[in-house]
């Protein structure tokens, strides 16, 4: 069992950047897929980033198309921990995000795909 926590959501100005962190519990993070997935109101919830352990403690990281460039997935096995680096952020970034977690790996980027889930951290952007 996997338990997630996310952290650092907030109120923010557009232009501005934010880094979320996502803590996990167990021992075995480094073998997990972490992912970020994000929901707007009214919207369903999407993929937004992901790591994941393609062999030999070689990390691979996959991006939606509106996060690449300006979106940053990292983790710190050390710590258990996984991150969302966002620049420039942008209004229609305003959303729930949620920490994912797969004991498997490759580009996985929908939502069924992901046994464990945070509670989620709010971030909205003002124009």
């Known amino acids: 069992q996997v338990q997630l926590v996310e952290s650092g959501g907030g109120l923010v100005q557009a232009g501005d950047s934010l880094t979320l962190s996502c803590s996990a519990s167990g021992r075995t993070f480094s073998k997990y897929t972490m992912a970020w997935f994000r929901q707007a109101p009214g919207k369903e919830r999407e993929f937004v980033a992901a790591?994941?352990?393609?062999?030999?403690?070689?990390?691979?990281?996959y991006y939606a198309d509106f996060a690449k460039g300006r979106f940053t997935i990292s983790r710190h096995n050390a710590k258990n921990s996984v991150y969302l680096e966002m620049d420039r952020l942008l209004p229609e970034d305003t959303a729930q995000y949620f920490c994912a977690a797969v004991d498997s790996s490759g580009r996985l980027d929908k939502v069924d795909e992901y046994d464990y889930w945070g509670q989620g951290t709010q971030v909205t952007v003002s124009s």
């Open positions: 790591s994941s352990n393609i062999g030999s403690n070689i990390y691979s990281t």
